[in-house]
């Protein structure tokens, strides 16, 4: 069961001022003379879905990227004002903003401030000048250091920082060092993501052209566990695979990802998450145990389809009960708190995994241990053979 | 359409080596003749399953009964009997010659006479077929049909100049083929008023219509009503219908001597219409069968199993449903502690293996593991008793086996001198032993060796091939059982014998066997979630060890925002990845691993 209303909403701002070299995700770059119509375009969305959804408060709203901290000051707040005026936002309500470094100054952070945004989530990525150009940012680490300063002289309760690591040439000892640098700012929120080879990325196209080195699996098993002392040891805990935070400042936005509740989303490639109730209420034909909605990556057509009244989507599939059990597993396992296991196969195999020191019991859940996430992609598939 | 007279009749068949061109001639003659129009030709009408298509090759024979205008007047009734190309299919290619006064042999201008070609010209010789030479392929740049010409004349002894120079594909000379079928191949004798003599060269099974028997009438009349008698089969049946091909079955009133067509007799399994046997009439004074029947029967067996052990009732319907129209398909039940429940299946040769897979895969929609193929063994036991056995698992432990015997084959390859080292090493790896060797004309030789089947069944003929830069090619024929120091040697995966991994090997070679067989399957069994040790093991005795190592990694840290469909349809594609493999014990194992044996570097 998915319960509706939706009570997340995801905006995505797809501008940026470069690719990085890793990055596959619906971005445009430039685009400052299409930042106007692409604001029009993205609140025509929200219009039309504040008009067809039963209305419920919001709890959360992220606004991804991209880079939304590019987003001019007055669209910011047409935008988020539109958010609250057509939706309502619950008190204590979590809305995020994703930022780069070179986009923070303490008059913007004071604008945020006053439209309502509480959490920050800063693309930091690393500390060291040669791992951020090899990753091919645009801001190098003492703007980085320069924006954390900043956000934390502002008023903004929740500091969320990116990291990526497992890049060549970026040895553990560094990437702990700038780990550490980061915690000296006392965030309240870090991701630590792995570098990933994205298909069609600029990264993608130096490995195959043997320019570039790929990440390597020693890295990856000796920093994630680096990372997980590390911010354990600071009072970050894990609580899913790629994230920590101090005790109740985990991503409510992310944790309704992982947990399989429902979510709007609006802009170019966004992705939305509903229950059958609210998906025939937005006027999705078809039957289902929940429903995925997408749009169109591409800027230009994403505005092109608002126009025509097509609502930018791209697509959308209906999951049997069977894919969200498979969802709800693999993104379970990924959560400290793990998953309650549905059958008495499951808990066989469970118990079996547990014999290889993979899994653990918990209660009447069951969660991965350390080097149980190291596998985890097989362990949901072992627990999903069902 | 009136029956014609047996002068006006001429039955052939086409022998020509893979990519030769005997497809394209056999559509240019259905085009001339207008049996098939131009409209509705399809690329090679008379290789109708898909397999054979995408392969290039005939898997079953074929008929097709062609009208011809000849220039001398008169028309003709021109039966072309079209048939298998592979060495897997021999006795039914011998079949189908039997059944013809003639063949027209067609070699490539720019590659000249193949082994397996000339194996076939010798067995139409044999059987004192008129042969028509045609080289083919005389528009290439590369061609050289004066050499090859000569090269017919030497080997085969016919004229050089009563070869055809022929473009199949564009068309030039055929005309000359249809009337040098006329003029250079005997009509059929026969006599009309004897005793019905019919020869089955081939059959299919149709699900309506029971099998459709195709037939070679030698002597007498076979009509709709007629009572025959299958004689090796020793089964009678009515028939409904005779017809012939043209190439769709069309009905006819009556079939008579000279005349090819086919049968509908209320045939239920197509055992009971053999290939090579004769069929006469109920109630009328046996004549002699026609000679060189022979049962069709299995050169290699491997076991076939249901990836998903549900499946184990579905394979068996059909391998029933593909046996009704294959008579040299045989299997039964066979029950691996690894594999759980499956069948032993004996098949002509490995072509055949991998056609019978393949449409078990693609038409019935099975996920199959299927075992190492393997020969069948001749074990003389310690009290008298002989056993054959053809699964390796199947050999009684070492103290109650007197001695083993494996079949051999005498091979014959043709290829050009300059491969000979080559070739001959490749025979010496196999433990074959050197026969006789004859210079041809040019700069060919004919190579025979002594060699055990068991060494030639998986990947000689791709090994001569590469060794031969192609030029090579090969026949072979079963040439009795030889005395040998076998031994089996037995897997074991994370302690547990795996017996579908078990191989007879020879006993010098053991070790080494047993040695590269855990190196590779080191490197197909994929990570699992914990190390697993492989073992080679004889009589008990470990002789080689390899450990796969536990998965280190297998998680993609980033979860990519709400599109959560991607992450569910990476995962969806590595369960399907997984679903191809076959759970031993707790080890998942691949296909490609119950072949590894197959796969060693001597």
């Known amino acids: 069961m998915v319960p509706g209303p939706a009570r997340s909403l995801y905006l995505h701002i797809p501008f940026c001022t470069q690719r990085c070299h890793y990055c596959d995700f619906a971005i445009q770059v430039g685009g400052g003379d299409l930042q106007d119509r692409y604001l029009q375009a993205l609140l025509e969305e929200l219009r039309w879905l504040v008009e067809a959804r039963v209305p419920a408060p919001l709890e959360s709203v992220f606004l991804g990227g991209g880079t939304p901290s590019l987003l001019r000051p007055d669209l910011l707040e047409r935008l988020l004002q539109a958010v609250v005026a057509g939706f309502g936002l619950a008190p204590q309500a979590e809305v995020t903003i994703e930022a780069n470094p070179e986009g923070v100054s303490s008059e913007g952070v004071r604008l945020w401030a006053s439209l309502g945004i509480n959490r920050v989530s800063l693309g930091v990525q690393s500390l060291e000048d040669d791992t951020l150009r090899?990753?091919?940012?645009?801001?190098?680490?003492?703007?980085?250091?320069?924006?954390?300063?900043?956000?934390?002289?502002?008023?903004?309760?929740?500091?969320?920082?990116?990291?990526?690591?497992?890049?060549?040439?970026?040895?553990?000892?560094?990437?702990?060092?700038?780990?550490?640098?980061v915690l000296e700012f006392q965030p309240e929120h870090v991701s630590c993501y792995e570098l990933t080879v994205e298909p069609g990325t600029?990264?993608?196209?130096?490995?195959?052209?043997?320019?570039?080195?790929?990440?390597?699996?020693?890295?990856?098993?000796?920093?994630?566990?680096l990372a997980v002392a590390v911010l354990g040891e600071a009072g970050l805990g894990q609580y899913e695979v790629s994230n920590y935070a101090r005790p109740g400042w985990e991503s409510r936005h992310n944790l309704v990802y992982w947990q399989g509740g429902p979510y709007l989303a609006a802009g170019s490639g966004a992705h939305g998450f509903l229950g059958p109730a609210e998906a025939a209420g937005l006027g999705f034909e078809g039957t289902g145990a929940a429903l995925r909605y997408w749009h169109l990556r591409n800027a230009s057509s994403y505005m092109r389809s608002v126009g025509d009244g097509s609502r930018g989507l791209r697509g959308h599939e209906w999951l049997t009960p069977e894919d969200l059990a498979l969802e709800r597993l693999a993104c379970g396992l990924r959560l400290a708190a793990?998953?309650?296991?549905?059958?008495?196969?499951?808990?066989?195999?469970?118990?079996?995994?547990?014999?290889?020191?993979?899994?653990?019991?918990?209660?009447?859940?069951?969660?991965?241990?350390?080097?149980?996430?190291?596998?985890?992609?097989?362990?949901?598939?072992?627990?999903?053979?069902? | 359409m009136p029956s014609h007279s047996p002068r006006q009749i001429r039955n052939f068949s086409i022998i020509a080596h893979i990519d030769h061109g005997k497809s394209t001639l056999a559509d240019r003659l259905l085009e001339i003749t207008g049996t098939v129009s131009a409209r509705d030709m399809t690329e090679q009408v008379l290789d109708t399953m898909d397999l054979e298509r995408e392969r290039g090759i005939t898997i079953k024979a074929q008929a097709v009964r062609m009208p011809y205008h000849a220039e001398d007047g008169q028309d003709y009734e021109l039966n072309l009997i079209d048939t298998p190309g592979h060495v897997d299919f021999a006795y039914e290619v011998s079949r189908a010659l039997a059944a013809c006064e003639g063949a027209l042999l067609v070699v490539d201008a720019s590659q000249g006479i193949e082994a397996q070609t000339l194996a076939n010209v010798y067995k139409a010789l044999e059987l004192g077929l008129e042969i028509v030479p045609i080289i083919n392929k005389i528009d290439l740049p590369q061609s050289e049909p004066e050499q090859v010409a000569q090269e017919i004349e030497a080997v085969i002894g016919i004229a050089a100049a009563d070869c055809l120079l022929v473009s199949a594909r564009t068309g030039q000379g055929v005309d000359r083929v249809l009337e040098a079928i006329v003029t250079r191949l005997p009509a059929p004798k026969g006599d009309p008023e004897a005793t019905l003599r019919a020869l089955i060269f081939d059959?299919?099974?149709?699900?309506?219509?029971?099998?459709?028997?195709?037939?070679?009438?030698?002597?007498?009349?076979?009509?709709?009503?007629?009572?025959?008698?299958?004689?090796?089969?020793?089964?009678?049946?009515?028939?409904d219908e005779v017809g012939v091909f043209r190439p769709g079955m069309e009905a006819v009133e009556e079939l008579r001597a000279g005349e090819v067509g086919y049968l509908i007799a209320s045939i239920r399994n197509v055992r009971d219409s053999k290939v090579g046997d004769t069929i006469t009439e109920v109630g009328r004074p046996e004549p002699l069968p026609v000679p060189g029947y022979r049962q069709a029967s299995p050169m290699v067996w491997a076991g076939l199993f249901p990836v998903d052990s549900n499946d184990y009732q579905d394979l068996k319907e059909a391998l029933e449903r593909l046996q009704l129209n294959d008579a040299a398909l045989t299997f039964e039940p066979e029950s691996s502690l690894a594999l759980g429940f499956g069948f032993r299946c004996g098949f002509l040769g490995l072509l055949h293996m991998e056609i019978v897979q393949e449409r078990l895969?693609?038409?019935?929609?099975?996920?199959?593991?299927?075992?190492?193929?393997?020969?069948?063994?001749?074990?003389?036991?310690?009290?008298?008793?002989?056993?054959?056995?053809?699964?390796?698992?199947?050999?009684?432990?070492?103290?109650?086996?007197?001695?083993?015997?494996?079949?051999?084959?005498?091979?014959?390859?043709?290829?050009?001198?300059?491969?000979?080292?080559?070739?001959?090493?490749?025979?010496?790896?196999?433990?074959?032993?050197?026969?006789?060797?004859?210079?041809q004309l040019g700069d060919r030789?004919?190579?025979?060796?002594?060699?055990?089947?068991?060494?030639?069944?998986?990947?000689?003929?791709?090994?001569?091939?590469?060794?031969?830069?192609?030029?090579?090619?090969?026949?072979?024929?079963?040439?009795?059982?030889?005395?040998?120091?076998?031994?089996?040697?037995?897997?074991?995966?994370?302690?547990?014998?795996?017996?579908?991994?078990?191989?007879?090997?020879?006993?010098?070679?053991?070790?080494?066997?047993?040695?590269?067989?855990?190196?590779?399957?080191?490197?197909?069994?994929?990570?699992?979630?914990?190390?697993?040790?492989?073992?080679?093991?004889?009589?008990?005795?470990?002789?080689?060890?390899?450990?796969?190592?536990?998965?280190?990694?297998?998680?993609?840290?980033?979860?990519?925002?709400?599109?959560?469909?991607?992450?569910?349809?990476?995962?969806?594609?590595?369960?399907?990845?997984?679903?191809?493999?076959?759970?031993?014990?707790?080890?998942?194992?691949?296909?490609?691993?119950?072949?590894a044996v197959l796969s060693l570097d001597r």
């Open chain 1, 134 to 181: 090899w990753l091919g940012r645009s801001h190098d680490a003492a703007q980085a250091e320069r924006a954390l300063a900043v956000l934390r002289r502002g008023s903004i309760a929740a500091l969320s920082c990116d990291l990526i690591y497992a890049v060549p040439g970026q040895d553990a000892a560094t990437f702990e060092g700038g780990l550490r640098r």
């Open chain 1, 202 to 225: 600029p990264l993608a196209r130096g490995v195959a052209a043997g320019r570039r080195q790929s990440p390597q699996v020693e890295d990856f098993l000796e920093q994630r566990r």
């Open chain 1, 338 to 386: 793990g998953v309650e296991l549905q059958t008495s196969a499951q808990l066989r195999t469970a118990a079996h995994l547990q014999g290889l020191g993979l899994l653990e019991f918990s209660g009447g859940r069951v969660r991965a241990t350390s080097n149980g996430v190291d596998v985890l992609d097989r362990l949901t598939l072992e627990l999903a053979a069902i």
């Open chain 2, 203 to 239: 059959c299919k099974y149709d699900p309506y219509r029971g099998v459709v028997v195709y037939v070679r009438l030698l002597d007498g009349v076979l009509r709709s009503g007629t009572q025959i008698r299958m004689m090796a089969a020793q089964k009678n049946f009515a028939v």
């Open chain 2, 361 to 439: 895969e693609r038409e019935f929609d099975l996920e199959l593991i299927t075992t190492a193929p393997s020969v069948a063994y001749r074990v003389q036991l310690r009290d008298g008793q002989t056993v054959e056995i053809d699964n390796p698992d199947q050999l009684p432990e070492p103290g109650l086996v007197d001695f083993i015997e494996e079949p051999r084959v005498k091979l014959e390859v043709v290829l050009p001198k300059e491969f000979l080292g080559g070739i001959m090493e490749l025979c010496q790896e196999r433990r074959g032993e050197f026969v006789h060797l004859e210079y």
């Open chain 2, 445 to 595: 030789a004919l190579l025979t060796y002594d060699l055990p089947l068991g060494e030639i069944i998986h990947d000689f003929y791709d090994q001569l091939k590469s060794r031969s830069r192609g030029y090579a090619s090969m026949d072979y024929q079963l040439a009795g059982y030889r005395r040998e120091q076998l031994v089996k040697l037995d897997i074991l995966v994370a302690g547990a014998k795996v017996d579908a991994l078990s191989a007879i090997v020879h006993r010098e070679q053991a070790a080494n066997q047993g040695r590269k067989l855990v190196q590779r399957l080191r490197q197909v069994i994929p990570r699992q979630l914990f190390e697993v040790a492989l073992q080679a093991a004889i009589g008990g005795k470990v002789i080689a060890r390899e450990t796969v190592p536990a998965l280190r990694k297998d998680v993609l840290a980033k979860c990519y925002g709400g599109d959560i469909t991607r992450k569910r349809k990476l995962l969806e594609k590595q369960r399907e990845g997984k679903q191809r493999m076959k759970l031993v014990g707790s080890v998942e194992i691949p296909q490609e691993a119950f072949m």
